[in-house]
């Protein structure tokens, strides 16, 4: 998935006629980090990643590669239910990152 995401957002910028450094201007952070997020490397935060589909008019979900059937939906349940799912997606997401820096 980080892969995914690094080369969207590099076709994006090179479309654009952006370099590193300057979309890294344009979000207030250093052309480290995206080279970093480029490479597969780190995955831009939330936040950065709701200002990167601004900045190219496109939506987070494109950015993720979120399709409709990769989603899914959680309006049957109720806000404990939800906030279950949401404490073990975030588990198995800390626990892949650990098992990453341990490789």
């Given at each position: 998935?980080?892969?995914?995401?690094?080369s969207?957002?590099?076709r994006?910028r090179?479309?654009?006629?952006?370099t590193?450094?300057?979309?890294?201007?344009?979000l207030?952070?250093?052309r480290?980090?995206?080279?970093?997020?480029e490479?597969?490397?780190?995955m831009?935060?939330?936040?950065?990643?709701?200002?990167?589909?601004?900045?190219?008019?496109?939506?987070?979900?494109?950015?993720?590669?979120?399709h409709?059937?990769k989603?899914?939906?959680?309006?049957?349940?109720?806000s404990d239910?939800?906030e279950l799912?949401f404490?073990?997606?975030?588990?198995c997401?800390?626990s892949a990152?650990?098992?990453d820096?341990?490789?």
């Amino acid at each position: 998935m980080i892969d995914s995401i690094g080369s969207r957002i590099a076709r994006l910028r090179e479309k654009s006629g952006m370099t590193q450094t300057v979309l890294a201007q344009r979000l207030g952070i250093t052309r480290a980090s995206v080279q970093s997020w480029e490479c597969g490397e780190n995955m831009p935060s939330t936040e950065r990643l709701i200002s990167i589909a601004d900045l190219f008019h496109v939506s987070t979900d494109y950015l993720l590669d979120i399709h409709a059937d990769k989603t899914l939906c959680l309006n049957d349940y109720s806000s404990d239910e939800q906030e279950l799912v949401f404490r073990f997606l975030q588990y198995c997401d800390e626990s892949a990152q650990a098992l990453d820096e341990k490789k």
